[in-house]
């Protein structure tokens, strides 16, 4: 059974770097046939998908987010990482990382996630 | 991008009964790559179909999902005391991948 755990900061200012990491055990970060995302929540709202990273690092991102995401996978510790750059108030919400299974054209539907992490950001 | 339309957004029924929510997608959804998902207040979503129809792991045959092109259903035969939640459906068919607004399923 795959398990994900989220950690990092749960406040950060505006205009900083919000910077998380996903903790994965039963799985390897190797495996082909998944890609390691992040999604997060705005409170009481729906789900936006952020990104995701693959096999060696390759990422793929959502472009709403302007280019402010960078993604990245320590293979050794067998975790992945999320960085926001120049957030505001609107980039508060519960972050989630999430296993992605990839269809034939490398799109995933989630089958694991973690449990969630709020960031707020506020001065 | 391709958004999804969620109806209804609250859905109000008694245990025992049989729960139809709809997604739809404003372009095709390619391959009926949609999936469904449940959220209980303070977790995670847990995957429930993929592939439009196509039940995940664990998850009881009493919920079931059809539908193609642009027009797509979950529906739950008999609503047991842990169904009720809020229900989003997702496409992974283009990117970015996105997510319906949901589907808030509660006791009468």
């Known amino acids: 059974q795959v398990l994900l755990q989220e950690s990092g900061p749960g406040l950060v200012k505006p205009s900083q770097t919000l910077s998380l990491t996903c903790a994965v055990s039963?799985?390897?970060?190797?495996?082909?046939?998944?890609?390691w995302n992040w999604i997060r929540q705005h409170p009481g709202k729906g789900l936006e998908w952020i990104g995701y990273?693959?096999?060696?690092?390759?990422?793929f991102d959502n472009p709403s987010l302007k280019s402010r995401v960078t993604m990245s996978v320590d293979t050794s510790k067998n975790q992945f990482s999320l960085r926001l750059s120049s957030v505001t108030v609107a980039d508060s919400a519960v972050y989630f990382c999430?296993?992605?299974?990839?269809?034939?054209?490398?799109?995933?539907?989630?089958?694991?996630w973690g449990q969630g992490t709020l960031v707020t950001v506020s001065s | 991008e391709i958004v999804l339309t969620q109806s209804p957004g609250t859905l109000s029924l008694s245990p025992g009964e049989r729960a139809t929510l709809s997604c739809g997608a404003s372009?095709?959804?390619?391959?009926?790559?949609l999936a469904w998902y449940q959220q209980k207040p303070g977790q995670a979503p847990r995957l429930l179909i993929y592939?439009?129809?196509t039940r995940a792991t664990g998850i009881p045959d009493r919920f079931s999902g059809s539908g193609s092109g642009t027009d797509f259903t979950l529906t739950i035969s008999r609503l047991e005391p842990e169904d009720f939640a809020v229900y989003y459906c997702?496409?992974?068919?283009?990117?970015?991948?996105?997510f319906g607004p949901g589907t808030k399923v509660d006791v009468q």
């Open positions: 990273v693959f096999l060696g690092g390759s990422t």
């Open positions: 039963g799985d390897s970060l190797s495996s082909a046939a998944y890609c």
């Open positions: 997702q496409q992974y068919g283009s990117s970015p991948f996105t």
């Open positions: 999430a296993r992605g299974r990839r269809n034939y054209f490398g799109s995933p539907y989630f089958d694991s």
């Open positions: 372009q095709t959804v390619s391959s009926r790559y």
């Open positions: 592939d439009a129809s």
